[in-house]
């Protein structure tokens, strides 16, 4: 079972809807990490938040908004998806904050599709 | 800027057989090395990790790999695979322990 928790596991939105994709760890990480993977890649870093502030933004779209409310949580915020921002959703964590060099710990992400 | 190369795009060994997924990073100090694994449908899952000492690392699963400075590799073995290891392993680093850097990864097919 992986320590971080992501919910839901999988959604299905039109390019008009607002939903919030959520993550969850409670090893006491300091550092949370949202990716975007699309089929048969690598996961490409989205946002970094290193002692609940927002650290590195990867120049996302504004349709993608992060929220980190406390240590333990990470939502990202979703409006006026495209259809090309169809893919698994991955967060993470890591012990220290960003830049400490420790691995990072995945959750199974959310499957999100746009019609 | 720092990179990581996984050569092998796909891979199919025997299970029982012996394996060896090769990664090659370019950061000039010394990196932070990571494999991941992740199956369908799956995050990834950490199989082991390398900072420094000694540079034979051993990690979950029955897997290992080594650091070989003068190569600039971080190649990743298993003596005798198993079905269930057929998934999709990715070779990371944070060469400037800022940012987590994947290779394309390598997609581990196995026969019976």
């Known amino acids: 079972d992986t320590e971080v928790t992501q919910t839901p596991k999988h959604l299905v939105m039109g390019m008009t809807n607002k939903k919030s994709l959520k993550c969850e760890q409670h090893?006491?990480?300091?550092?949370m990490y949202w990716y975007k993977q699309k089929a048969k890649k690598p996961p490409e870093l989205m946002f970094v938040?290193?002692?609940?502030?927002?650290?590195i933004n990867e120049s996302v779209p504004s349709r993608f908004s992060p929220e980190c409310p406390n240590s333990s949580l990470l939502n990202l915020h979703l409006h006026a998806l495209q259809p090309e921002d169809s893919a698994l959703y991955l967060c993470?964590?890591?012990?220290?904050?960003?830049?400490?060099?420790?691995?990072?710990?995945f959750g199974d992400g959310t499957r999100l599709s746009i019609l | 800027a720092q990179s990581v190369t996984q050569p092998d795009i796909h891979i199919t060994v025997s299970e029982g057989a012996s394996l060896e997924l090769r990664c090659n990073y370019s950061?000039?100090?010394?990196?932070?090395l990571f494999w991941y694994v992740q199956s369908p449908g799956q995050g990834l899952q950490l199989l082991l990790k390398?900072?420094?000492?000694?540079?034979l690392v051993q990690g979950i699963k029955g897997f290992e790999a080594e650091f070989k400075r003068s190569q600039s590799s971080f190649n990743l073995r298993k003596p005798s695979v198993h079905w269930s290891d057929a998934a999709e392993y990715f070779c990371?680093?944070?060469?400037?322990?800022?940012?987590?850097?994947f290779g394309t990864g390598t997609r581990l097919q196995v026969t019976l």
């Open positions: 993470a964590s890591s012990q220290g904050g960003q830049g400490s060099g420790q691995p990072q710990h």
């Open positions: 090893m006491g990480h300091r550092a």
């Open positions: 938040y290193s002692y609940e502030k927002l650290s």
């Open positions: 950061y000039g100090a010394t990196p932070y």
């Open positions: 390398y900072f420094s000492g000694d540079t």
């Open positions: 990371a680093d944070t060469g400037t322990a800022s940012k987590l850097t």
